[in-house]
């Protein structure tokens, strides 16, 4: 089984992405520009197998059943490789910021680039990624080769497939047809976890330029419900340290335990910046205290647009709706003995 996978850090990443400031990263723009257009590698996969058109391919369905054996433990809860899908997922498509020049496909949105560039993986913030990049570009060579699947569609695809696999995690609307890249997206735009720029401001300013509202913010945080870090050691927690007291589950613990976590969780000093009370975040982060319905309305929602960030609303309008792909969420125990066996085990 893969080791050491990353935890699932939507608005946490090494402390180290501190030392790239903002205009350092649109310093470099101008080289992306040129090399962004000979790397484009558009989606032709939006004919169903049966001949139709403008359904979601056949194909979707086979995927998700094979990420199901992967992403749902034994014990009927999500696994480690379900989280590090939802963190890679946030990380390929979190570049994206409208203070960037554009350029094709997404401006370093969801456009394919953490998958398909070799050197995107090492930088720091993606520290804790490679174990599964490796296991996803397995699945995207096999897939691919098979019926064209793209490397933008699949990273989405299987972040939202993670998301419902875990028990309570709320089904998100999964579109196909992006178009995917092989270059490097820009550096310094995704959050910090610890240090100075962990700040409540600083990292609202951040989701702002992404086009995040504060709700929106506090609801993509909550997915630390699930999280567990496994590059923190110098921030304090241990390999494997976990954010909330039920990491297998989709629940709102989170949200409650931030500020009075219990024995064996581990806190991101953003997590603990953003949930303050009287903070612009932290009043719609007290919001979802004791409220499961409303944080996962709020977070599906704004997890589906990060799930096309960067992508022009031309290109959006031929994309292909596969959310029936996914699938059914994973509400107990009872759902994983009527999966069929090869489902339950790891």
């Known amino acids: 089984m893969i080791q050491n996978l990353a935890s699932l850090l939507l608005v946490s990443s090494l402390a180290l992405v501190d030392a790239f400031s903002l205009p350092e990263a649109a310093s470099s723009f101008s080289s992306l520009l040129a090399s962004s257009l000979n790397n484009a590698i558009p989606n032709t996969l939006l004919i169903r197998k049966d001949g139709g058109s403008g359904g979601c391919p056949a194909i979707w369905t086979s995927i998700s059943s094979d990420l199901t054996s992967s992403f749902l433990g034994s014990d ?9 899908a939802i963190r890679f997922a946030f990380h390929d498509a979190g570049p994206y910021s409208s203070k960037t020049v554009f350029y094709a496909p997404a401006a370093g949105g969801a456009d394919g680039s953490l998958l398909l560039n ?7 913030e993606n520290g804790g990624l490679a174990d599964y990049r490796t296991w996803l570009m397995g699945k995207y060579t096999q897939y691919n080769q098979k019926a064209k699947v793209g490397a933008a569609d699949l990273i989405q695809f299987a972040g939202s497939h993670a998301v419902i696999t875990c028990p309570g995690g ?34 609202f300013q951040l989701f702002a330029d992404k086009g995040f509202s504060a709700r929106d913010l506090a609801a993509l ?25 039920t990491p297998g589950k989709w629940d709102i613990d989170y949200y409650a335990q931030v500020n009075s976590p219990p024995t064996g969780t581990y806190r991101f000093q953003s997590d603990i910046n953003l949930s303050q009370a009287n903070t612009t975040v932290g009043k719609q982060f007290q919001g979802f205290v004791g409220n499961q319905g409303k944080w996962t309305s709020s977070f599906a929602d704004a997890m589906f647009r990060l799930s096309v960030l960067g992508i022009p ?3 959006q309008s031929g994309f292909v709706d596969c959310t029936n792909a996914l699938p059914r969420g994973t509400s107990s125990k009872r759902d994983i003995r009527a ?6 085990a790891r």
């Open 313 to 315: 609303s031309s290109s």
């Open 170 to 203: 709320p089904k998100i609307k999964t579109v196909v047809g992006r178009t995917d890249t092989s270059t490097i997206a820009p550096d310094g735009f995704l959050p910090a976890g610890f240090g100075p720029n962990s700040s409540h401001d600083i990292l």
């Open 221 to 245: 945080i909550g997915a630390h419900s699930t999280s567990k870090a496994f590059t923190q050691q110098a921030n304090g927690i241990p390999s494997g340290g976990q954010q909330d007291s």
């Open 339 to 344: 999966a069929p066996i090869n489902y339950r």
């Open 118 to 124: 070799s050197d995107e993986i090492n930088r720091p």
């Open 76 to 84: 009927g809860q999500c696994t480690d490789l379900a989280r590090a």
